[in-house]
């Protein structure tokens, strides 16, 4: 099956911590590359721009503070963008503002290594994840975890990253289990 054919979306990545760099020299491309995946895969059919913010622990402790009432640092937040019809912003024939995404190096590279991934394959991974939460797929069912770990799966392997969720499972509730 061949991806469709998507306009040119702009991926902006604002490396704000110097440390991102050092760890990963091509974070910046590993990300626009991710996003493009995800975007030709599931994403609209229409240009869109998306803001990845490669940033420290400490920068996504407070945004999960802030926006999620936990306060302790996650390793991808995901900021849809929507105007007041509820619908991504962006004037006709331009692209359409999608929204942004926020990772932590720090926990990032504590779950790759712990995981026995690469940096760039845990990276990938979460950018994909994060671009699949900007287009409203959520992982709060165990259905729609499915489908969401299905469509990661299927986005990542042309990427030559290997199933994710082989290497640590997600934990679903015990109740579900027959």
């Not at 604002?14 to 020299?25: E, G, M, N, V």
């Not at 721009?49 to 926006?67: E, G, H, Q, W």
């Not at 331009?94 to 990032?108: C, E, F, K, S, T």
Request: net charge positive.
């Amino acid at each position: 099956m061949s991806a469709r054919k998507t306009p040119k979306s702009t991926i902006n990545v604002i490396t704000a911590t110097p440390a991102w760099t050092r760890s990963l020299r091509t974070a910046a491309a590993v990300c626009r590359r991710a996003a493009n995946a995800a975007l030709t895969t599931a994403g609209p059919r229409r240009a869109v721009d998306v803001s990845i913010l490669l940033t420290n622990d400490s920068a996504l402790r407070k945004l999960n503070a802030v926006f999620r009432g936990k306060d302790k640092p996650t390793n991808v937040l995901s900021f849809p963008a929507e105007s007041d019809d509820g619908r991504p912003p962006g004037a006709k024939g331009q692209p359409r503002a999608l929204g942004d995404i926020a990772i932590a190096l720090g926990v990032l590279t504590r779950e790759a290594k712990a995981e026995g991934k690469t940096l760039t394959a845990h990276l990938s991974h979460l950018v994909v994840h994060g671009v699949l939460h900007l287009l409203g797929y959520d992982h709060e069912r165990d259905e729609d975890a499915l489908t969401m770990e299905r469509l990661e799966k299927k986005i990542l392997a042309p990427l030559g990253i290997s199933d994710p969720y082989a290497i640590a499972p997600v934990k679903r509730p015990m109740s579900k289990i027959k």
